[in-house]
């Protein structure tokens, strides 16, 4: 059996008929400690079959790269510090750690410092453990 090449806009028009007559689309993103329950549109769905990283990052409020970085460190902000070798600290910044997608991204903009490189105080706030 010969299979037919993938059409965008095929399956565009059919999950938007279906959205229309009251279907959803849910898909699990994975998230901290797990897996995250999302609603998609017809549109995100779409691109999921091709690129379903940037779909990911986007109904989580990230770029791709954050998405990663997020993911890759447990949703834990790394001191803005740099180690002696110029590299910079890998070590947490007490309290921002386990964060939603939203309360990381402003914790690692606000930046700050591990215990070894002078932070002491606890992140306080929304997604904060």
């Known amino acids: 059996m010969k299979r037919s090449a993938f059409n965008a806009e095929q399956f565009l028009d059919a999950f938007t008929r279906a959205e ?3 279907c959803e689309f849910h898909i699990e993103v994975p998230a901290l400690g797990g897996q995250k329950s999302v609603a998609l549109s017809p549109q995100q769905l ?3 079959i091709a690129d379903k990283q940037s779909v ?3 109904v989580m409020g990230l770029t791709v790269p954050e998405y990663n970085e997020w993911r890759q460190l447990q949703g834990s902000v790394c001191c803005s510090a740099a180690t002696a070798h110029g590299r910079q600290c890998r070590n947490t910044i007490p309290g921002a ?3 939603e997608p939203e309360a990381w991204k402003a914790a690692r903009s606000a930046g700050g410092y ?3 490189h002078g932070g002491g105080t ?3 706030g929304k ?3």
Do not use: I, P, T
């Open 20 to 22: 229309a007559v009251g």
């Open 46 to 48: 779409v691109r999921l």
């Open 56 to 58: 990911y990052a986007e």
């Open 97 to 99: 750690s386990w964060l």
């Open 114 to 116: 591990c215990q070894v």
């Open 122 to 124: 606890r992140l306080v």
């Open 127 to 129: 997604g904060a453990m």
